[in-house]
């Protein structure tokens, strides 16, 4: 039913993340509604820059703010957690036990790190050789693992879709070697690195560039792998493909776990009844859900049939509100999401690899004529490192990029 102009819809996000924070902020200041954010975290950590002090070219301190202070001015936050959805009645019901009523409601909720999933990997990540950039303290341990790291076997793994920017899995390879090259001691160091896919990336000019840079450094690259278990005692991951296993021994082991969506997504009936991976089952281009109109998702939870990252949440942030102000008038929301999403792989502690492309892995670059930003540059690192995090902070989470 459509709103009068003096009513007020009651706007439920769930997730106080880039996404989140960036749709509620955007609708907030189009003054479509009363905004609740439903968030139970107290810091809120920007995580591209997780993959720079893995590989330390930034301080953990500059990735974390409060989540009282990144919350839009406006928009209330609600510190708990989503226990189901009922979306027949319209009510959200929470861990505490209350329970929020809506109009409208918008999953933003992001991808859970199911680190579980893969025998001994909790314990390995709990040893002191145990890193990753997909986890602030893990990605602050790395720092100084890497860092101080004079000779031995690192291993690094990236996981299988769905991940959230799962290439990320790669920068803090690249930055490590650099810093390594520049010490002298890469000759002296093994380095692994575990793909599931048979590319490094699955876009042609991007592929070019990333297995120029694997070489540079002289990564051996096992394709096609997945990591089945981890001995932490031993120090031994195992591989494979298939029926085909490899044990590979390591000193430093930095790894990213698979990734899911929240279990009540899919135990709420928001999830596709076919969809293994449990996201939100959206119309892809509009970001209204395909059951109950009144539902919408986007970020790392959407099923938007493209790459997720963060850099896709600001088009389909736009996209929601222009739909979501069409649907609260009674109009068919018409606005369209073109998949597009960007990879930035810091593959040097100076430059850059710009991936951006739409759903169909066909290049979708922000400046139209400037297509070389696929090739490797010093701008791109400039943009990635300096003006995109405070772009972040006080524009996007803001609503207003």
């Given at each position: 039913?459509?709103?009068?102009?003096?009513?007020?819809?009651?706007?439920?996000v769930v997730g106080g993340g880039n996404a989140g924070l960036s749709i509620a902020g955007r609708l907030h200041r189009a003054h479509l509604g009363d905004v609740t954010v439903i968030e139970p975290r107290e810091q809120?950590?920007?995580?591209?820059?997780?993959?720079?002090?893995?590989?330390?070219?930034?301080?953990?301190?500059q990735a974390v703010r409060p989540q009282a202070d990144v919350t839009p001015p406006g928009v209330r936050w609600l510190r708990d957690e989503v226990f189901t959805v009922d979306p027949a009645a319209r009510?959200?019901?929470?861990?505490?036990?209350?329970?929020?009523?809506?109009?409208?409601?918008?999953?933003?909720?992001?991808?859970?790190?199911?680190?579980?999933?893969?025998?001994?990997?909790?314990?390995?990540?709990a040893a002191?050789?145990?890193?990753?950039?997909?986890?602030?303290?893990?990605?602050?341990?790395?720092?100084?693992?890497?860092?101080?790291?004079?000779?031995?076997?690192v291993v690094f793994t990236q996981p299988p879709e769905p991940a959230s920017c799962g290439a990320a899995a790669q920068k803090p390879l690249y930055l490590a070697c650099d810093w390594w090259r520049s010490l002298g001691v890469l000759d002296d160091i093994r380095v692994v690195l575990v793909l599931p896919d048979p590319v490094p990336f699955g876009i042609p000019d991007i592929d070019s560039e990333l297995h120029r840079v694997l070489d540079r450094y002289g990564v051996e690259v096992r394709y096609s792998r997945e990591v089945r278990r981890v001995d932490a005692t031993t120090r031994t991951l195992t591989i494979g493909h298939g029926d085909d296993e490899e044990t590979l021994a390591y000193d430093v082991l930095h790894?990213?776990?698979?990734?899911?969506?929240?279990?009540?997504i899919a135990g709420s009936g928001l999830?596709?009844?076919?969809?293994?991976?449990?996201?939100?089952?959206?119309?892809?281009?509009?970001l209204q859900h395909r059951r109950y109109p009144d539902v919408w998702s986007l970020g790392d939870s959407a099923r938007v049939a493209t790459r997720p990252s963060g850099g896709a949440i600001r088009p389909q942030a736009?996209?929601?509100?222009?739909?979501?102000?069409?649907a609260l008038r009674g109009a068919?929301?018409?606005?369209?999401?073109?998949?597009?999403?960007?990879?930035?792989?810091?593959?040097?502690?100076?430059?850059?690899?710009?991936?951006?492309?739409?759903?169909?892995?066909?290049?979708?670059p922000t400046i139209p004529f400037w297509r070389s930003l696929s090739r490797e540059r010093r701008s791109t690192w400039i943009a990635d490192r300096r003006i995109l995090p405070w772009v972040y902070w006080n524009l996007i989470l803001r609503g207003r990029a």
């Open positions: 039913m459509p709103h009068s102009p003096t009513s007020r819809a009651r706007i439920v809120h950590a920007y995580a591209p820059l997780q993959s720079h002090i893995a590989g330390g070219t930034a301080r953990a301190s009510r959200v019901h929470l861990v505490s036990g209350g329970h929020l009523d809506y109009d409208q409601l918008i999953v933003a909720a992001g991808l859970r790190m199911a680190w579980e999933t893969v025998p001994g990997l909790p314990e390995a990540m002191p050789e145990g890193i990753s950039n997909y986890d602030l303290a893990l990605a602050a341990k790395a720092s100084t693992v890497l860092r101080d790291l004079r000779r031995g076997t790894a990213v776990p698979p990734q899911r969506a929240p279990e009540w999830a596709d009844a076919d969809d293994p991976h449990g996201f939100v089952d959206v119309d892809p281009e509009t736009k996209i929601l509100a222009k739909n979501l102000r069409s068919t929301p018409s606005a369209r999401y073109d998949g597009y999403s960007v990879v930035p792989f810091t593959v040097s502690r100076g430059t850059v690899v710009f991936a951006e492309f739409d759903r169909w892995g066909h290049p979708r």
